[in-house]
């Protein structure tokens, strides 16, 4: 059997979805919660497996075209590397300052370094999702975010 692009990715994904799997059975489980905590975590590990399959199973089809447009510039290599050193950053940082402050500085500085130029817009929305995610996982679902240093 031939080891093709997907079936490689397919390969890679279903083996981070069986490790990702096995740490979200280890999470605890609260009594009296509606839902628990464990709950989307076990769901997005068991989609991951099911779309490793697929990319698994899936026909691999690609022209030399398709091929060249796969390479990466080094300039795009590097914004990809500083994107991920801002989410080391901002997980580093979820639990001392806590999930609303962490995720409007993530949000607002990732959005800059991206081009967002619009500030009203990146001030906006970097201030108005992490309140409302906060507030839907609060008080809704009542799973609790990092508070950090906000007296929430």
Request: proline letters at 4%; glycine letters at 4%.
């Amino acid at each position: 059997m031939k080891l093709t692009t997907n079936r490689k990715l397919g390969l890679f994904v279903i083996s981070f979805a069986a490790v990702y799997l096995i740490l979200s059975y280890q999470l605890p489980s609260y009594a009296y919660t509606l839902i628990d905590a464990d709950v989307v975590p076990k769901f997005l590990g068991w989609l991951l497996v099911f779309l490793g399959i697929l990319l698994f199973i899936s026909k691999d089809h690609e022209t030399a075209e398709q091929k060249a447009q796969r390479n990466i510039p080094k300039k795009e290599v590097a914004v990809l590397l500083a994107v991920v050193a801002f989410i080391f950053l901002y997980i580093f940082l979820l639990e001392i300052i806590g999930f609303v402050i962490t995720t409007v500085l993530f949000l607002f500085f990732c959005s800059r370094f991206l081009g967002y130029q619009n500030m009203k817009a990146n001030i906006l929305v970097s201030v108005l999702f992490p309140i409302t995610i906060y507030t839907l996982f609060t008080y809704l679902l009542q799973i609790s975010l990092p508070q950090g240093i906000l007296p929430l």
